[in-house]
């Protein structure tokens, strides 16, 4: 499947998580693991017995799955530890005895966007130490890479049977950097957790490519805000963070094919084109974010050379 299908694909994926709570959504994330792996079995609940708190497993690896997806992510904290407690438990006690567990994993349809509560990490590492397995979080943006990892057939499948084509939809922005974009110009974050970066290393690197003390300036200003980008990491796929840094790699290595050698203050007219096709709009607002992600690109040297080291001569 080629990156404009997968593009599509995912809006439509993420869409569906997004809209989906309790049984569709579970039914969504047992489509998802039965097409990702063939190991993976369903358990359909049996009457008063139920599922014993098993929405699926592979039995080979020892690995079970239960699913929450509630309707609104900002239920109370106590409610949702509480359940995963008990959750537990009982599935531990029943499936224990048929197939030996050793990885559990809290599926929650956190919808991109909250993660999981402390107390809940805390409960799972609880069950670690107490049951002697391996219990993480799954979260949307989990379930998501797997989707994305499959084959573009039982993409397909998933989402219905087939994909509108591109030409329909050339004025829905689809593009991964149109949504990071957005979400840093219109997210809301919580000042109390900012984490700015102790030192900015950029000095040398802004000399070995030879970048005009403006432009410097303002990646050293921008990367101050890198955490927002950390953050929107955080919350979603695999995916999104390997295309950004092919969008802004692919337009540095562009830049550098289209201005020529012989100009001067080439580094900086790389700079300024990768600015302007990065941003959908010349304001400041979506200015400081394409900012921001450059400043992001730049320190982790997939937009500019990394500075070489002189070979030492060895003096005999």
């Known amino acids: 499947m080629n990156l404009e299908k997968l593009y599509?694909?995912?809006?439509?994926?993420?869409?569906?998580?997004?809209?989906?709570h309790g049984q569709v959504f579970e039914d969504l994330f047992v489509r998802v693991m039965q097409a990702s792996d063939k190991d993976f079995r369903p358990v359909k609940p049996q009457g008063r017995e139920g599922d014993k708190k098993n929405d699926g497993f592979n039995k080979v690896k020892g690995q079970y799955y239960q699913v929450y997806s509630p309707e609104d992510t900002s239920d109370k904290e106590r409610?949702?530890?509480k359940k995963l407690d008990s959750t537990f438990?009982?599935?531990?006690?029943?499936?224990?005895?048929?197939?030996?567990?050793?990885?559990?994993?809290?599926?929650?349809?956190?919808k991109f966007q909250t993660g999981v509560y402390p107390s809940i990490e805390?409960?799972?590492?609880?069950?670690?130490?107490?049951?002697?397995?391996k219990a993480n979080p799954f979260l949307s943006k989990d379930l998501e890479d797997v989707f994305l990892s499959l084959q573009e057939s039982e993409i397909i499948e998933i989402l219905g049977g087939h994909l509108p084509d591109h030409n329909y939809i050339e004025d829905v922005i689809i593009t991964i950097l149109g949504e990071v974009i957005n979400f840093l110009v219109r997210g809301h974050f919580n000042l109390n957790n900012i984490t700015f970066p102790n030192e900015i290393n950029f000095d040398k690197k802004i000399r070995f490519n030879k970048l005009?003390?403006?432009?410097?300036?303002?990646?050293?200003?921008?990367?101050?805000?890198?955490?927002?980008i950390t953050e929107y990491f955080k919350y979603n796929s695999k995916f999104t963070k390997e295309n950004l840094k092919t969008v802004f790699s692919d337009l540095y290595r562009e830049a550098l094919e289209r201005i020529p050698d012989s100009i001067p203050e080439k580094a900086d007219l790389v700079f300024d084109?990768?600015?302007?096709?990065?941003?959908?709009?010349?304001?400041?607002?979506?200015?400081?974010?394409?900012?921001?992600?450059?400043?992001?690109?730049?320190?982790?040297?997939?937009?500019?050379e990394e500075p070489v080291e002189p070979k030492q001569i060895p003096l005999f």
């Open 8 to 20: 599509i694909a995912r809006v439509i994926f993420k869409n569906r998580v997004l809209s989906s």
């Open 79 to 81: 409610e949702s530890y």
């Open 89 to 110: 438990e009982e599935l531990y006690n029943y499936w224990q005895l048929i197939s030996p567990i050793k990885e559990f994993y809290w599926v929650y349809n956190d």
């Open 122 to 133: 805390k409960t799972l590492a609880e069950i670690e130490q107490k049951f002697e397995v």
């Open 212 to 228: 005009s003390n403006v432009f410097s300036t303002l990646l050293k200003t921008a990367f101050h805000q890198d955490y927002i």
């Open 273 to 304: 084109y990768i600015l302007n096709k990065a941003r959908p709009r010349n304001n400041m607002a979506e200015t400081n974010a394409v900012l921001t992600l450059m400043a992001h690109y730049f320190e982790s040297c997939d937009i500019y």
